[in-house]
């Protein structure tokens, strides 16, 4: 069974520094993707990067970037330079069997608040 | 502009009423998600619909119900047999063919009140 933890208390940062948030993962399957997703205030959910379990490199989109340990089940998310608006709650999630098609669905874990202070 | 529409925004509902909420989405995916979302909580799958005319059961399917009769609509309706639906939901939809991606779109939601 897939699970995804997400287990950091709200996590404070200060404007232009950079914050990871922590995600651990655990699966059987030897083919999965990673993703990360912000959800404001507003409640929409903002799709920010994705990592697949075979890509070599550690993915990266602007300021986001995915710490990607695969021997350790954690794909922590750094973001570089915060600002204001960075603050939000972060959701890390996770799709088994298979990277496309066939199987589509995410288990999402139970998200992180971020704040970041002026 | 491509996306996902979801109505109403907020909803209140009267105990023992079922109730529908509209998904739709001009993205030309195949694949579609209904999550319900409670305060602090991360997002929990109840349907699922990869293709027109299917469906399948996420892990708190009890006490709704969907229809994919068309590609860009997915509704769900929440019935009365739900003991608890004050919630948030998000309707959600993904490509299904071979790209690294496929990454899941999202609605606004719905905020659903039971008085």
């Known amino acids: 069974a897939q699970k995804i933890t997400q287990t950091q208390p709200g996590m404070f940062v200060q404007e232009k520094e950079a914050v990871t948030l922590d995600c651990t993962y655990d699966?059987?399957?030897?083919?999965?993707?990673l993703f990360w997703y912000k959800q404001p205030s507003s409640g929409e959910m903002i799709f920010l990067i994705y990592?697949?379990?075979?890509?070599?490199q550690n993915a990266t989109e602007g300021r986001y970037s995915l710490n990607f340990q695969k021997a350790r089940k954690s794909a922590n998310l750094v973001i570089s330079a915060s600002q204001l608006g960075d603050s939000a709650m972060y959701f890390c999630?996770?799709?088994?069997?298979?990277?496309?098609?066939?199987?589509?669905?995410?288990?999402f874990g139970k998200g992180i608040t971020l704040s970041v202070r002026p | 502009d491509g996306g996902i529409t979801q109505s109403p925004k907020y909803l209140f509902r009267k105990e023992g009423q079922n109730v529908t909420l509209s998904c739709e989405q001009n993205l030309n995916h195949d694949a579609m998600y209904w999550y319900r979302q409670d305060p602090g909580q991360g997002l929990r799958l109840i349907y699922y619909s990869q293709i027109v005319n299917d469906f399948q059961k996420g892990d708190i399917a009890e006490g709704y119900s969907v229809s994919r009769e068309k590609k860009e609509s997915f509704p769900l309706t929440v019935t009365s047999a739900q003991k608890n639906p004050t919630a948030f939901y998000l309707c959600?939809?993904?490509?299904?063919?071979?790209?690294?991606?496929?990454?899941?779109?999202f609605g606004p939601g719905t905020r659903l009140t039971v008085l």
């Open positions: 999630a996770m799709r088994d069997g298979g990277l496309t098609g066939a199987n589509s669905k995410l288990t």
């Open positions: 990592q697949g379990s075979y890509d070599q």
């Open positions: 959600a939809s993904s490509g299904t063919g071979f790209s690294s991606y496929n990454e899941q779109f």
């Open positions: 699966t059987s399957d030897p083919s999965y993707g």
